[in-house]
Nanobody, 115 residues
Framework: QGLLVESGGGLVQPGGSLRLSCAVS????????MGWYRRAPGKQSELVAT???????YYADSVKGRFTISRDNAQNTVYLQMSSLTPGDTAAYYC?????????WGQGTQVTVSS
């Protein structure tokens, strides 16, 4: 248990869907911008998506049209809904504040896309 706890990963077939969750243990969650990152073996970390405190979203080109980031401020949770998954999406996924707040990294959640 930590400030950031990711969950929802698993093994899925190409074309499948998965929803990741990130629970944030702070009473002021609603004021923070949040993002999802991923890292695959041998690759640099990639910022996949962000959602600002006002709801504005950003997506990396690699996931546009397939992934949706959202947040539930009442539940202190940020989500990443993933669809049309491909093997290229295989990675460990992490959440964090993308704009400089000094939070420790969670354990991440592994997503593996394979037939």
């Amino acid at each position: 248990q930590g400030l950031l706890v990711e969950s929802g990963g698993g093994l899925v077939q190409p074309g499948g869907s998965l929803r990741l969750s990130c629970a944030v243990s702070t009473p002021t969650f609603s004021i923070y911008d949040m993002g999802w990152y991923r890292r695959a073996p041998g690759k640099q970390s990639e910022l996949v998506a962000t959602i600002r405190s006002n709801g504005t979203t950003y997506y990396a080109d690699s996931v546009k049209g397939r992934f949706t980031i959202s947040r539930d401020n009442a539940q202190n949770t940020v989500y990443l809904q993933m669809s049309s998954l491909t093997p290229g999406d295989t990675a460990a996924y992490y959440c964090n504040d993308p704009y400089g707040d000094e939070w420790p990294w969670g354990q991440g959640t592994q997503v593996t896309v394979s037939s």
